[in-house]
């Protein structure tokens, strides 16, 4: 290496050169390698302010876990069906008619009255449009849905008795004899409803009741169930 002013060669471990007297620069430091930089990742601790995103909340807004009164729901609504096998309504002669002794009343099921088909051959001279009720059906279908449902059985039970209470109230109107409904047979003819078609009515209205009071703890639970969900995020 030789000085840069005079050009003289420099001695090893000097200072100043020996010729001129010039200060000996050192030289330039060469620049470190560029080390990469890693990010850290966020910080996900107890206390991060960025929280997990809680799962999506169903629509229907309802816990899906079922309550004891929800089977009890469908317990009830079982019975209610069985109650259609048994005999619904029972027409007669009045009892002071001299024919009330000779003529053999007409017994219907439930189930006879839904698809119009004559178990003991009461109603001979019936077709099966004559022993078909629509509002009986209609009550046997929709309770058939209650069971099927596991939200919103209250409703459809509860139409269901309707169309069975409605039933009772235009039996008289419904059913007819040599060309004359039951109601104008100026009370010679009658109808009497029996125990079963009672017991189906009040047991589908206890089923309903027992859902819809299933249904309101289960949207109880669905918000409890989503506020720890949301709770749990920030933890």
């Not at 059913?175 to 109808?191: F, M, P, Q, R």
Request: charged share 20%; with cysteine.
């Amino acid at each position: 290496m030789n000085c840069k002013f005079c050009g003289q060669p420099l001695e090893e471990g000097k200072r100043f050169c020996t010729n001129c007297g010039a200060p000996i620069m050192d030289p330039a430091p060469t620049s470190p390698a560029p080390t990469t930089q890693t990010t850290k990742p966020p910080f996900t601790g107890p206390y991060s302010s960025s929280p997990t995103p809680a799962a999506t909340p169903r629509k229907n807004g309802i816990s899906k876990e079922k309550t004891v009164l929800f089977w009890a729901s469908k317990a009830a609504f079982i019975v209610a069906m069985l109650m259609f096998l048994m005999p619904f309504m029972k027409i007669s002669f009045n009892k002071e008619s001299k024919l009330a002794q000779s003529a053999k009343p007409i017994t219907m099921t439930g189930k006879e009255l839904i698809f119009g088909i004559d178990d003991d051959n009461d109603a001979k001279d019936s077709t099966k449009n004559d022993l078909q009720n629509v509002r009986v059906i209609l009550a046997g279908i929709l309770l058939v849905v209650s069971l099927a449902m596991t939200q919103g059985g209250y409703i459809t039970s509860g139409i269901s008795a309707g169309f069975l209470l409605l039933y009772m109230r235009s039996a008289e109107s419904s059913y007819s004899l040599n060309g004359k409904t039951i109601k104008e047979w100026d009370g010679l003819l009658e109808i009497n409803f029996q125990p079963a078609l009672y017991a189906a009515i009040v047991i589908t209205i206890v089923g309903a009741v027992l859902a819809g009071i299933d249904e309101s703890k289960r949207r109880k639970m669905f918000r409890e169930e989503q506020s720890f969900s949301t709770f749990g995020s920030f933890v």
